[in-house]
């Protein structure tokens, strides 16, 4: 398998601060990973595809401007979430495709609540 | 349409029992590949069982075998010999090569008793 790492797990703010979670893999290089985000009950979307040394590709729907994802090397992708609002608050969570090039590999997480 | 179909939103299963977890997929591209994945309360989703969509035989991983019927597309989980620990959200998806996105299915509630 390949392991994922996704940064902080949790996390609370105020409206209008901005948050940056980190998604690392550990044990191997990824030139593309993934970003989703999860609501309460429902199933994974996913926002955005990160590419190492250029700029993401978005989902239809999401606005780059307030989900800034950044790649600088093959093994961290970076999304801020900016001027955070509380209908920002869900589960996100991002992929990487492992080794094995067919299976993407998830983080554990990060609940971000926005007060 | 939806590309992935879960129609089961929560199942139930006796300890030590087996599982069906149902899936069904739709896709014009003919190069894809199947997933199956656990996601417990804490939220981490973990890998696992893949089917390739030129594989011959069905996929095992240990307990889980996953029933990948081309011509009716779909792609049932089966666990076996069923612990208190599998009761999770399971979710199915599908990575067309052509687009390279992974694409999930609702999810199945699993709830093990014992």
């Known amino acids: 398998g390949a392991v994922v790492s996704q940064h902080p797990s949790r996390v609370i703010c105020k409206s209008g601060t901005s948050v940056k979670i980190e998604c690392r893999s550990l044990d191997f290089q990824a030139t593309t990973m993934f970003w989703y985000r999860q609501f309460p009950k429902q199933s994974l979307m996913l926002m955005a595809t990160?590419?190492?040394?250029?700029?993401?590709?978005?989902e239809q729907g999401v606005e780059k401007d307030k989900f800034l994802i950044n790649h600088a090397s093959l093994t961290l992708s970076t999304l801020t979430v900016t001027s955070a609002h509380p209908e920002d608050s869900s589960f996100y969570i991002c992929?990487?495709?492992?080794?094995?090039?067919?299976?993407?590999?998830f983080g554990a997480g990060t609940r971000l609540s926005v007060l | 349409a939806q590309k992935i179909t879960q129609t089961q939103p929560g199942m139930f299963v006796q300890e030590k029992e087996a599982v069906t977890l149902d899936c069904t997929y739709d896709t014009s591209d003919p190069s894809y590949g199947l997933f199956w994945y656990k996601q417990p309360s804490s939220g981490e989703m973990i890998f696992l069982i893949y089917?390739?969509?030129?594989?011959?035989q069905n996929a095992t991983e240990g307990r889980y075998s996953l029933n990948f019927q081309k011509a009716r597309k779909s792609a049932n989980l089966v666990i076996s010999a069923s612990q208190l620990g599998d009761s999770a959200m399971y979710f199915c998806?599908?990575?067309?090569?052509?687009?390279?996105?992974?694409?999930f299915g609702t999810g199945t509630r699993l709830q093990v008793f014992p």
């Open positions: 998806a599908m990575r067309e090569y052509n687009t390279d996105k992974l694409i």
């Open positions: 992929s990487a495709d492992g080794t094995a090039k067919n299976i993407q590999y």
């Open positions: 089917q390739g969509s030129y594989d011959q």
């Open positions: 990160s590419n190492e040394g250029s700029k993401a590709t978005y």
